[in-house]
């Protein structure tokens, strides 16, 4: 088995785990980064994101053109519904031809997805241009990528840069190590790609991303400051590191950088979410509410931001003592997401205090299968069980708990009052 902290399956250390119950995890079991990439996996209730409604995504100037086009496209297209008959096509011939060999490998690796043929035109264009082109093993190596070729793409890309260092072969080749699970060797990559880019954004980003996978968010957050020396206007590393310091306890810098996305343009939903949290705990409470009506108001049709910031509203409403507010809103965002784990367990909570035990169970073992990567449903389910009489079912509940999060103090001290009352019997 891998150590802690040299694989992406074991991704966290000692030194550098962090606190479950500040900041929440996605059901991939890592914490959330504050914005979703397209190469990662989408979590399930994310509050920050750059995601997009459904409604409203395409422009109508796109859909009219793509209209006008309708009667033409018959006439590009073969019988068979194809643009290119790539069966007919002579390789060999076409890798002669420069800029047509580059053109239709791309189309059959980036449109028609038939990376075979892309390795088939690649190995001739490559031997014609004497094994000394770059572009061509660099194009390989994305096609062996894709074929699930991971040792031959990293050959392919590491002969490239040899003959040109370029920085989105930098970039390509710690996609495969990253694939490989050798996390340590992609970091040690981009630190000798820094030597000879100390400028490029990418590099760093790509830098922090993988420092985030193992769960080093603090060296994460110093590659993002270093980002946004460089480019003070770049998204991602502005939405990190806000993320960043909202769980660090410092909302009031995370409000600032917020407020900074929103001057720049970027009033998604998920950002007027986290200027709404923001603001709370950094005390603008007038703000606060404003924030999310506007957020509300931006999310129509968008089901999971509707999810989240009704969630987020039965948080801010539990902290303000309104429990009507937060049953309410919390069964809001339940009823817009039915897999809405937490909002399950925190109407759990809220019937424990109505004395409905019934009820409270019930939606403790539906947040637990609906969220199984969540501490929160198996503690606070074995803290009811224990207080109902139930010790055998907690201590099962607490050791879950336990599983999911080890170094829970109230888990911990929960599981040392169930051996007592055992040693008691």
Known sequence: MPRPGTSLSQPTATSRSFNQSMRPVSATGRPLTGFARPSSTQPLHSSAGSSRSSQGSR???TAQGRDSRR???????DASGSFIDVSRLNLERVAQQRALSVLLAEYFLFLASDSKKTLELGSFATALAGYQSWYWKTLLGKAYFKLGLFREAEKQLKSSLMLEDMVCTHLDLVKVHLRL??????LAHLADAA???????????????VHDLVNDHEAAAACYRKVLEIDASNIEAMACL?????YSDYPELSLRLYRRLLQMGVADPEVWNNVGLSCYFSMH??????????????ASGDSSALSSIWYNIGCVALSIGDLSLARQAFKVAASIDPHH???????ALLDLRKDSATAAHANFKLARILGPHLFEPFQNGAVAAFRAGDVAGSL??????????PGHADSLELLEQIKQSFATM
Do not use: W
């Not at 030597?195 to 980003?205: A, D, K, M, T």
């Not at 806000?242 to 909202?246: C, E, G, L, R």
């Not at 099962?396 to 999060?405: D, M, N, P, S, W």
């Open 341 to 347: 784990a937490e909002a399950v367990s925190n109407l």
């Open 242 to 246: 806000a993320a960043n310091q909202f």
């Open 71 to 77: 009667n033409a496209q018959p006439l590009a297209m």
């Open 181 to 186: 699970d050798v996390p340590l060797t992609a």
């Open 195 to 209: 030597l000879s880019h100390p400028h490029e954004p990418r590099i760093i980003l790509a830098t922090a991303r």
């Open 396 to 405: 099962e509940l607490v050791e879950k708990a336990l599983l999911i999060f």
């Open 59 to 61: 422009s109508q100037r």
């Open 285 to 298: 409470y007038d703000m606060s509410l404003g924030c999310f009506g506007r957020a509300l108001e931006q």
